[in-house]
């Protein structure tokens, strides 16, 4: 058998070096770099892998199986062993997603090493006949070959582990009939979470959603379901247009195990479809720290960081938190020079570059860098590239030629398999860019205007739309409830109340400057004391 240790504590690697030898395991390599592991690996084959979770230099052990996986480079009979001295949940879940076969708490003994070495390399042994169908790419010889061994009746504690194989392979297969009826038969004889699981995938892939609801209500908030059950949620509600409640779910999700990045983009969209930019910002922030040193590393991570600082900043009142996330943003771009010097992203540099100048109030200046830029070429790479630049125009008032890139985006849209997230992202963004001819902070200035003047109407409305495109703005939220206490009351009781209800809800968990408390003192003592 050989053996890879990937471990960067040489007392660690000397301990596993005694145990194996003592176990009879004389072909072992060492290494104390994820990195050098990954070169071994693309090299040779190995049995079996024991690799620290917890490595400090360049990639760590997540990201080094998460690679092994994707990329294919050793054979689905390689055993894989975590060991780590950290249990916290946010490792645990995230390791139950990457399915290794074992996991192994520091400090272990030369039996807990023993017994979980010969349980993996036995069970790989045993399933090797599947595992080579699968490797040639074909899950319907697995399959066949799988339902050949239950059927011999070998190796009973085996049973489970094939069960659960075959439901696997059904669903890869999309039979989601004949994986529903498999899955019922399982959980009549026993209640397995991964049935419950299988199952309710199954009836969504045949389009019975209403039982794969009532199942899913029967999953218990824990272990390896509570992530498939906020998931599961969320995806429900983004379909019912519930996007609050969505992000919500997703959030914990994310909290639970933050080293799925696909969860994370979803949640980077729904973020925005909420206009939360600053869980917009904190979620691109953690894509990039995940993602650091892992394969998934690439410019457009530390562009959308660069991008997501700014959104937040235009987002906040504050001059010292806008100072300090525009300062963030230029950071971005300077490692990203650094990380990937041949790669061309001038023209992306230039938008974000032209969109930090706004933010300065040097709007002129902002405009003069983006009408330099080739606004012709209706040829389109990247989604997220193309929507700053609509973004950026229409800050600086170039609302024709923000209109024209919307457009130019829409179309691609409609050529491509868009992400459903992203898609309801930029139809909404589209929509309202559509109906706002001015930046929502210059929107708040010209209801303040409007205010001062005593058009409450208009003022009113202006704070309103504001608020709904920065709903987390405490200033704009205050100026909106000044507002509607202080103007003659047009609407229907309960929306008033409802509307300042959203401003006290946004202004409670916010931050006023001293001006603004002082506003807020007088408007609660004048005018909310009897509400």
Request: aromatic fraction near 8%.
């Amino acid at each position: 058998m050989t053996i890879l240790i990937i471990d960067e504590q040489a007392l660690a690697q000397n301990y596993l070096r005694y145990t194996l030898e003592k176990l009879g395991y004389s072909q072992v390599q060492f290494t104390d770099k994820a990195q050098t592991a990954l070169a071994m690996c693309k090299e040779r084959q190995f049995d079996l892998i024991i690799c620290s979770f917890n490595l400090q230099q360049g990639k760590d052990g997540y990201q080094l199986y998460e690679e092994l996986k994707v990329r294919r480079l050793q054979k689905l009979s390689t055993g894989f062993i975590f060991i780590s001295a950290e249990t916290d949940p946010s490792l645990v879940y995230s390791v139950l997603e990457l399915q290794p076969d074992e996991f192994l708490a520091k400090p272990y003994t030369m039996r807990d090493l023993q017994s979980r070495i010969e349980r993996v390399l036995k069970r790989k042994l045993e399933l090797r006949p599947i595992y080579q169908w699968l490797e040639h790419g074909r899950p319907d010889r697995a399959l066949q070959q799988l339902d050949h061994m239950l059927a011999q009746g070998q190796a009973p504690k085996l049973v489970p582990v094939l069960l659960r194989f075959k439901g696997d392979l059904l669903l890869e297969l999309a039979d989601f009939a004949k994986a529903r009826q498999f899955f019922q038969s399982v959980l009549a004889v026993q209640p397995f979470g991964w049935a419950r699981i299988g199952l309710v995938k199954a009836l969504r892939g045949n389009g019975e959603t209403e039982l794969a609801n009532t199942q899913m209500q029967q999953l218990e908030m824990r272990g390896e379901s509570k992530l498939f059950v906020l998931e599961q949620l969320a995806e429900q509600e983004f379909a019912a247009d519930e996007f609050e409640a969505a992000q919500q779910h997703l959030e914990q999700a994310a909290q639970l195990a933050p080293r799925n990045l696909y969860r994370q983009q979803k949640l980077l969209q729904l973020s925005r479809l909420n206009h939360d930019y600053e869980r917009q910002y904190k979620t691109a922030r953690d894509m990039l720290k995940f993602a650091r040193f892992s394969m998934y590393e690439q410019p457009d991570l530390y562009l959308n960081l660069a991008r997501a600082c700014i959104d937040f900043a235009v987002s906040v009142d504050e001059d010292g938190e806008t100072n300090r996330l525009s300062k963030q943003a230029t950071e971005c771009l300077t490692n990203l020079r650094s990380q990937f010097p041949d790669v061309d992203v001038k023209q992306q540099q230039l938008v974000i570059q032209a969109r930090l100048q706004y933010l300065k109030d040097h709007k002129d200046k902002a405009q003069k860098m983006l009408e330099e830029l080739d606004n012709q070429d209706v040829h389109i790479d990247n989604i997220e590239d193309a929507l700053d630049k609509a973004k950026a125009l229409h800050e600086v008032g170039l609302t024709q030629l923000s209109k024209s890139w919307f457009d130019r985006i829409s179309v691609y849209c409609q050529q491509q398999q868009t992400d459903p997230y992203l898609k309801s992202y930029l139809q909404q963004e589209r929509s309202e860019r559509a109906e706002l001819a001015t930046a929502p902070r210059e929107l708040n200035n010209i209801a303040v205007m409007h205010f001062q003047h005593g058009n409450w109407q208009a003022a009113q409305a202006a704070f309103a739309h504001a608020f709904r495109l920065l709903p987390k703005n405490a200033g704009i939220a205050l100026n909106l409830l000044q507002s509607v206490l202080m103007s003659p009351q047009n609407s229907a009781p309960k929306e008033r109340q409802a509307l300042i209800q959203s401003c006290l809800n946004t202004i409670e968990k916010g931050k006023l400057n001293p001006e603004q408390s002082r506003r807020f003192e007088q408007l609660k003592q004048k005018h909310l004391a009897p509400l």
